[in-house]
């Protein structure tokens, strides 16, 4: 190889090094000046459960709910327990409570829980939800004449 290739190899090769670090410089100046984008998370829900789906049965004054919810690990298990005052049984609120398991390392992958919970009230009972103490959405869908809580499968759409 001639001296002069070897030349321009050389200062060919400076250029673009020093051009990868212009880039890099101006890119870093670029990301401390940029604001950061805003966290957008529910209102009065740090965990981000703003709605609960859930399938309804009712027979022989017997209410059902069974729906499944969606928790950020393995590790955070949904517990829901039915409250409604003595002195009536038209309306029923559904607690549900999140008990953490952790004894160590938890992955952080998203799992479903599912949840099945059986009151008494009248049939038109009106039924709502809390999430951690904070009010939540309950769309709950009413299951057909022929299906049974006991076989119930979480299969919701909606």
Do not use: W
């Amino acid at each position: 190889m001639n001296q002069r290739a070897i030349i321009v190899a050389v200062v060919l090769f400076a250029v673009i090094v020093l051009g990868m670090f212009l880039y890099a410089r101006f890119k870093s100046d670029t990301l401390r000046t940029a604001e950061p984008a805003p966290v957008t998370s529910p209102v009065n829900q740090p965990s981000g459960i703003t709605h609960v789906d859930a399938k309804h049965f009712f027979k022989d004054g017997m209410h059902t709910v069974a729906g499944e919810i969606m928790m950020p690990t393995p590790c955070d298990l949904l517990e829901v327990s039915p409250i409604s005052l003595e002195s009536s049984l038209d309306e029923v609120t559904l607690a549900f409570r999140i008990t953490n398991s952790t004894e160590g390392v938890c992955a952080q992958v998203v799992t479903p829980q599912r949840f099945k919970v059986s009151f008494e009230a009248n049939e038109g009972a009106t039924i709502k939800a809390t999430f951690k103490g904070e009010p939540v959405t309950l769309n709950l869908i009413e299951a057909g004449p022929d299906e049974n809580p006991d076989d119930f499968e979480v299969f919701i759409k909606g």
